[in-house]
C-alpha cells in the first residue's frame, strides 16, 4: 500500500498532471465518438497544419499574413485541381486496365506453378497446385467484378463528395487565417495553469511538424522519382506503381516490402526473367536505399526519435482504431505518447525532490 500511495502522491495527485489525463481523454473521446462527423473539420485541420508551415516562412520574410494565406491556398488549390484533372483520371484508368489483365497474370504464373510438381515432386502434387491455381483465380475474378462495378459516388457517396470539395478548403483557410484568433479562443477555455500540457504540446508539435510536412515532401519526391525511372524503363502502370511507392513511405518498414509484391509482378509478367525484370528490382532496390539513407535524413533530421519496434506497435495500433488516417498519424500519435511519458515523470520526480522529507 505504501508503494501505491506514493506512486499516487508523485503522478496523480500533481494537478498539472490531472489537467492533461483529462485534456487527452477529451480529445481522445471526441475522436472516438464525433470523428465521422467531424471528419471534414479534422481534414481541414489537417490541411491547415500542413500548409501552415509555408505561411510563417513567408511572414518571417516580411509577406502579410493574409496574403501569404491567400498565396499559399491558392497553390494548394491549384495542385489539388490538377491531381482531380489530370492525375485522377489516369490512376483510375491504369486500375481498371491492370484489373482486366489480372486473370492473364494469373494463367501465366498457374502456368508457371505446374512446373514445380516436376522439379519438387516430395512438396508439390498436380492436384494442389491446380486447386491453389483455381482459388486464386476465383478470388481475383470475384474482386475484380467488384472493383469494376463500383465508381467514385457509389463509394464515398454524392453529397459527401460535395460537401468534402467544398467544406474541406473553405475550413481549411479559415483556420489559416483565423489561426491565432482560434488558438486563442482555445486557450481561454482550458485551465490557465498547465504548465505540463503546455510542454507537452510544445515538444509535440515541434516533431508532429517536422514529421507531417517531411513525410508530404517524401511521398512526392519518392513518388515523382520512381514515376520518371519506372516510365524511363518502360514499366507498364508506371504511374499506379509510383503512387502505390510514394504512398508507401506513410508506413515504415512495412509499405516497402508490401509494394515489391506488385512491381516484380507486374515487371515478372511484362518481361520474365529476363535483364529488364532484373535492371526493374535492382533499380527499385537503389530507390529504396536512396530514401532510407540519404531523403529521410535530409527531411526529418532525425526528429522523430522513436524505436522501430515502437513505430510498428503504433501503426497496428492506431490503424486498427482509424484506418488510413490512425496509419498516417500513427508515428505522430507514438511521438504525443512518447512525450507524455517522458515529461510527467520528470517532473513528478523535480517536484518531489524540490520538496524532501525531513530526516529523523
Known amino acids: 500500500m505504501n508503494i501505491l500511495y506514493e506512486w499516487y502522491q508523485r503522478t496523480i495527485s500533481d494537478p498539472q498532471a490531472v489537467i492533461l489525463v483529462l485534456l487527452l481523454a477529451a480529445g481522445f473521446l471526441v475522436m ?9 473539420v479534422l481534414a481541414g485541420v489537417v490541411i491547415a497544419y500542413l500548409l501552415d508551415g509555408v505561411v510563417e516562412k513567408c511572414h518571417r ?11 499559399v491556398f491558392v497553390l494548394f488549390m491549384s495542385f489539388v485541381v490538377f491531381a482531380l484533372v489530370w492525375l485522377v483520371p489516369r490512376l483510375s484508368s491504369q486500375v481498371t486496365q491492370l484489373i482486366r489483365q489480372l486473370p492473364d497474370i494469373v494463367q501465366t504464373a498457374q502456368a508457371l506453378m505446374l512446373t514445380l510438381p516436376e522439379k519438387y515432386p516430395n512438396l508439390f502434387t498436380v ?22 462495378s463500383l465508381s467514385l459516388p457509389a463509394v464515398f457517396g454524392l453529397i459527401s463528395i460535395m ?60 513518388g515523382a522519382v520512381t514515376f520518371a525511372v519506372f516510365t524511363f524503363l518502360g514499366l507498364q ?3 499506379l506503381l509510383a503512387t502505390m511507392v510514394g504512398l508507401s513511405v506513410i508506413i515504415p518498414y512495412i509499405g516497402a516490402a508490401v509494394v515489391t509484391l506488385p512491381i516484380a509482378v507486374i515487371a515478372w509478367f511484362q518481361w520474365g526473367w529476363s535483364a529488364e525484370f ?30 522501430p519496434v515502437a513505430i510498428i506497435v503504433a501503426i497496428l ?15 505522430p500519435l507514438a511521438t504525443l505518447v512518447q512525450a507524455v511519458m517522458q515529461a510527467w515523470p520528470r517532473k513528478a520526480i523535480e517536484e518531489a525532490d524540490t520538496h524532501p522529507e525531513p530526516v529523523r
Open 317 to 331: 495500433v492506431f490503424g486498427g482504431l482509424w484506418g488510413f488516417w490512425g496509419v498516417f498519424f500513427a508515428i
Open 32 to 40: 472516438a465518438t464525433l470523428g465521422q462527423m467531424l471528419a471534414p
Open 61 to 71: 520574410l516580411g509577406a502579410p499574413r493574409v496574403s501569404a494565406v491567400v498565396v
Open 278 to 307: 532484373g535492371w526493374t528490382l535492382v533499380v527499385y532496390g537503389v530507390l529504396q536505399a536512396l530514401d532510407g539513407h540519404l531523403l529521410v535524413p535530409l527531411l526529418f533530421s532525425e526528429v522523430v526519435n522513436l524505436h
Open 127 to 148: 492436384t494442389q497446385v491446380n486447386e491453389l491455381g483455381a482459388a486464386i483465380r476465383a478470388d481475383i475474378t470475384e474482386a475484380s467484378q467488384r472493383i469494376l
Open 163 to 222: 460537401v468534402y470539395i467544398i467544406l474541406v478548403p473553405v475550413l481549411a483557410f479559415f483556420f489559416l487565417k483565423d489561426k491565432d484568433r482560434l488558438l486563442g479562443w482555445v486557450s481561454q477555455r482550458v485551465p490557465r495553469q498547465r504548465r505540463l500540457v503546455d510542454e507537452v504540446a510544445r515538444d509535440v508539435n515541434t516533431q508532429v511538424s517536422n514529421y507531417v510536412r517531411g513525410k508530404v515532401w517524401e511521398i512526392f519526391i519518392v
Open 237 to 239: 502502370y508506371a504511374l
